[in-house]
């Protein structure tokens, strides 16, 4: 038997049935009363240090968000947020995508424009039954987390790093002051990638197969902060913004409510 496919439930299907297999897959039932955790998980893409240092930029738009909207957040690791509220999953899920930023960086002596990219993923929590993980598959290492700021060191390992060996899917979770919180969290987070390799692998066979996670997925281009025009444009429903500075420090909410409308 092939371990690295994820044996799913016969009630999650390629979408046939719209909205109802959708609520199956993940909780969004009643969205708009429902409390929902999201993961979201940002990588540096194309332009070397800047892109890391735009990607650490987003990680802090979407916290900021997050603290606005009185959502719970988490940070897992230098690159993942999770993120707990009343439809917390729903208002982000559209922000999955490459997200593209023009600026002149810091670095920068002889004041040209740079373009860099970071890779946004948003994902919902998964039930325990929608993704069957075999115990045997996973590699469990416990280790001395650093508390806020990075100065001391704690005396006990509570910080947790899982591996998926048929994968090689490698998640962290040091947030939490006991080790079992932390498996837990670790474990939540590995059914949320599994299910997104499963939903690209099913986007790469079906071809007119849309995934319930949203259109937009991590390879495709949906947003360009563009700082010397002071503009920030979406592409996919050709709308730009004024007051770039004020959406990347939180303020997304006239962006996020516009895109659960038109991608509805």
């Known amino acids: 038997m092939d371990n690295s496919k994820i044996n799913y439930q016969q009630n999650y299907q390629p979408e046939n049935n719209s909205s109802t297999s959708h609520q199956k897959a993940y909780n ?9 955790k999201a993961y979201i998980e940002i990588r540096g893409a194309t332009g070397g240090d800047e892109a890391k240092l735009w990607g650490g930029d987003l990680l ?12 719970k957040v988490s940070q897992l690791s230098d690159s993942i947020l999770q ?4 439809g917390a999953f729903d208002a982000l899920k559209n922000e999955s995508g490459v997200h593209r930023v023009q600026r002149i960086p810091v ?4 004041g040209r ?17 929608e993704v069957n993980i075999n115990p045997q598959d996973l590699d ?5 987390a650093s508390t806020q700021g990075g100065q001391n060191v704690q005396k006990v390992s509570t910080a947790v790093r899982l591996t998926h060996r048929p994968t090689g899917i490698v998640v962290t979770a040091q947030e939490e002051r006991f ?20 939903e690209e692998r099913k986007m790469a066979e079906i071809a007119d197969y849309r995934s319930p996670i949203g259109r937009g997925m991590r390879a495709e281009k949906i947003r360009t902060y563009n700082f010397p025009q002071d503009r920030v444009t979406d592409h996919r429903i050709g709308k ?11 303020n997304l909410d006239k962006v996020v409510d516009l895109l659960q409308e038109k991608l509805k």
């Open 140 to 144: 469990w290492q416990f280790y001395r």
């Open 28 to 36: 969004t039932e009643g969205s708009a009363k429902t409390l929902q």
């Open 179 to 198: 080790q079992e919180r932390n498996r837990e969290i670790a474990l939540d987070l590995l059914r949320a990638k599994l299910w997104e390799r499963e």
């Open 113 to 129: 424009i740079h373009t860099s990219t970071a890779t946004v993923a948003v994902l919902p929590e998964i039930k325990e039954s």
């Open 107 to 110: 670095t920068e002596k002889r």
């Open 240 to 250: 730009s913004f004024g007051n770039l500075e004020e959406i990347v420090d939180g």
């Open 83 to 86: 993120i707990v509220g009343v």
């Open 60 to 71: 802090r738009m979407y916290m900021r968000y997050a603290i606005k909207r009185g959502w």
